[in-house]
């Protein structure tokens, strides 16, 4: 899972907080009222169905990316779950679109990734290859990369 995705499904998570917080203070806000003023029945209930959904929309996405995000792919089901549920919900919360959005994210990459420290990252301008293999050999021969690392760059670049 890219950092983008894991973001936006985070952000998602939040949004669908403040949905059961929006439940919560409907059904407060019901008892509050006097009999007489009261919406039917119906609304208080379909308002406890909406807190629920959004605690399971919750408990499924933080699931899907445990471990920071290395299980994703095998609790993917938890993720689609999580997104169907959202969308029948409310289409046009904020969670719904963010979570739709996440589903064509895969291969995007918004936030670099951070390079690691064994990470040796040849940085090569010139756009040409010609230009690119003089300039790799040229740090092979001051010795600042390894064999195997240039061999690895050189079949990289053709």
């Known amino acids: 899972m890219n950092k983008t995705k894991k973001i936006l499904i985070i952000f998602a998570i939040f ?15 019901y008892f509050k009222l006097e009999p007489q003023y009261r919406d039917p ?7 406890f169905i909406e807190l ?19 299980l994703f792919r095998q609790r ?25 959005i996440t589903m064509f994210v895969s ?7 951070e390079k690691t420290a064994d ?7 010139p756009e040409d290859k010609e230009s690119k293999i003089s300039c790799l050999r040229e740090k092979h021969d001051k010795g600042e990369i390894s064999d195997e690392e240039y061999r690895e760059e050189l079949t990289k670049l053709l």
């Open 76 to 100: 993917y089901g938890m993720y689609m779950s999580a997104l169907v549920i959202s969308i029948i919900l409310n289409l046009f919360s904020i969670a719904s679109i963010l979570l739709i």
């Open 107 to 113: 291969d995007w990459v918004w936030i670099k990734p």
């Open 119 to 125: 990470e040796k990252i040849v940085e090569v301008k």
């Open 52 to 70: 629920f959904a959004s605690l399971a929309v919750v408990v499924l996405l933080t699931l899907s990316i445990w471990k920071n995000g290395k």
């Open 15 to 29: 949004f669908s907080f403040l949905d059961m917080a929006w439940a919560i203070y409907d059904i407060v806000s």
């Open 41 to 47: 029945v119906f609304y208080l209930i379909y308002t």
